[in-house]
T-cell receptor, first 116, second 114 residues
Framework: GNSVTQMEGPVTLSEEAFLTINCTYT??????LFWYVQYPGEGLQLLLK?????DKGSNKGFEATYRKETTSFHLEKGSVQVSDSAVYFC???????????????FGQGTILTVHP | EAQVTQNPRYLITVTGKKLTVTCSQN?????MSWYRQDPGLGLRQIYY???????DKGDVPEGYKVSRKEKRNFPLILESPSPNQTSLYFC?????????????FGPGTRLTVL
């Protein structure tokens, strides 16, 4: 079955530091890949997505590239801010028409804390 | 405003007392789903529904029921809650008209079963 593995947290950084959160996946076929963010006390919001190999998703200064050869989708940001403190989830979903379409398989989540 | 709403946001109950968590979306989405979030485990799918009157089990369906009588609503029912169902629950919805599945999440319901 499908699975997603994220780097263990929590991650603590100073403002303006570089961020990398590793994510690798196991899936049949060609899944779509997502990063979701959960701010304190809120639900999950889609941060960025990539739907095919070599696609780069980007949003709010965050980036992730769909690497089929290494089955990875690492999240990066060049300069984090205090407001980026949140829980980040890597996830995958099957393609339309497939048996796993619609279901999101999540990693365990990574807590990020950014200090001034 | 396009949104997914859940009620209640917080609930403390006792073992065996039936409860229902409601979920509603105003985006005319076909697909709806329930997840539970537990520390170190991420989110796991409980049940999902591809459309009205069509529901199916996710990865952790034991102890839960759902129904989909209307397109906008997808309640989660715990007939006899137990302490191991203490968790943070999220409802999500998405359109099936597309090549990938962007799901929209509700704000969550924190359930404690004593």
């Amino acid at each position: 079955g499908n699975s997603v593995t994220q780097m263990e947290g929590p991650v603590t950084l100073s403002e303006e530091a570089f961020l990398t959160i590793n994510c690798t996946y196991t899936a049949t076929g060609y899944p779509s890949l997502f990063w979701y963010v959960q701010y304190p006390g809120e639900g999950l919001q889609l941060l960025l997505k990539a739907t095919k190999a070599d696609d780069k998703g980007s949003n709010k200064g965050f980036e992730a590239t769909y690497r089929k050869e290494t089955t990875s989708f690492h999240l990066e940001k060049g300069s984090v801010q205090v407001s980026d403190s949140a829980v980040y989830f890597c996830a995958l979903s099957g393609r339309a028409g497939g048996t796993s379409y619609g279901k999101l398989t999540f990693g365990q989540g990574t807590i990020l804390t950014v200090h001034p | 405003e396009a949104q997914v709403t859940q009620n209640p946001r917080y609930l403390i109950t006792v073992t065996g007392k039936k409860l229902t968590v409601t979920c509603s979306q105003n985006m005319n989405h076909e697909y709806m789903s329930w997840y539970r979030q537990d520390p170190g485990l991420g989110l796991r799918q409980i049940y999902y529904s591809m459309n009205v009157e069509v529901t199916d089990k996710g990865d952790v369906p034991e102890g839960y029921k759902v129904s989909r009588k209307e397109k906008r609503n997808f309640p989660l029912i715990l007939e006899s809650p137990s302490p191991n169902q203490t968790s943070l629950y999220f409802c999500a919805s998405s359109s099936t008209q597309g090549s990938y599945n962007e799901q929209f999440f509700g704000p969550g319901t924190r359930l404690t079963v004593l």
